[in-house]
């Protein structure tokens, strides 16, 4: 069996849609798919499905190679509104932050206010939301951490970050295989959740109770990427009610059209 999911690996890593992932990501995607698929063909297809399904479906290649050209748009010195321009139009690529446009300059000051401004920022699976640190009115000697399993994707938003002199790195690692180590103010899984429940049922169990920090903000998304809504509340809040549960939390939310937010506490 794990020959096969050599093959799988290989395959993927070989493949322009899902070679730039995290290897941790491909190898326990392909183990996952040999285990359910003895033959190599068909693994493979599972496989590509399940990357599809937590990863490609929420940004295409051109959007990513569009992101990439972004970098050469801002000038040596950008002044923050080149800055903001820019980082729009990257957020604007990626399904998950684009929704999230239409709230994000009321947004983070509500955050704050109800959690306090942070110094240490963990981001977990992250996508392109390290571009809203324009936005988010943080302290200048912020470190601000983001965790993505593109590498792609990681290299062009730290890309950007260094051009317009931001606060903020992006590394490429698989949450579900380990999780970043270190104290943080607040840790952010916006959207996520959902999916990595899907890849592993208790991940966000596990995976918070690791954690060192004194709050995290855990966000659902209002609709599917089809636009259906009906039930996706109340299913989501459920999922939450019942995370609070198991880690002994309390929780706090805000909720707006695009997304609902839960403050997670000790």
Known sequence: MQDLASQ????LTSSKKYGDLCPDT?????????????DRDEATKAAKRKLHQVHASFMTLAQISRLE????????????EE??????????????????????????????????????????????HPLAIPWMGLPHDVAYRGVDIDQRLARAINA?????????????????????EGDWDVALLL???????????????????????RCVVVSMPARTLCGREKGM??????????????????????????????????
Not at 69 to 80: I, K, M, Q
Not at 94 to 118: F, N
């Open 83 to 128: 800055v903001r321009a820019v980082f729009h139009s990257a957020m604007c690529l990626h399904t998950s932050t684009r929704e999230r446009m239409e709230i994000m300059e009321e947004l983070y000051p509500v955050l704050w206010e109800q959690i306090g401004a942070p110094h240490r920022v963990l981001d977990l699976a992250c996508g392109l």
């Open 160 to 180: 950007l970050l260094e051009r317009a002199r931001c606060a903020g790195q992006v590394d490429c690692r698989d949450l579900l295989t380990g999780m970043p």
């Open 233 to 266: 509340y109340e299913h989501y809040d459920a999922m939450i009610s019942s995370l609070t549960a198991g880690l002994g939390w309390r929780s706090r939310q805000l909720r707006y059209p695009q997304e609902t937010f839960y403050l997670l506490e000790h």
């Open 26 to 38: 491909l190898g326990r995607v392909a183990n996952w798919a040999v285990a359910r698929h003895p």
């Open 69 to 80: 050209l972004l970098e050469g748009e801002l000038p040596d010195h950008p002044c923050d």
């Open 191 to 213: 959207k996520a959740l959902p999916s990595l429940e899907q890849q592993e049922k208790g991940a966000g169990l596990r995976m918070l109770s690791a954690l060192r920090t």
């Open 8 to 11: 799988v690996v290989a395959s």
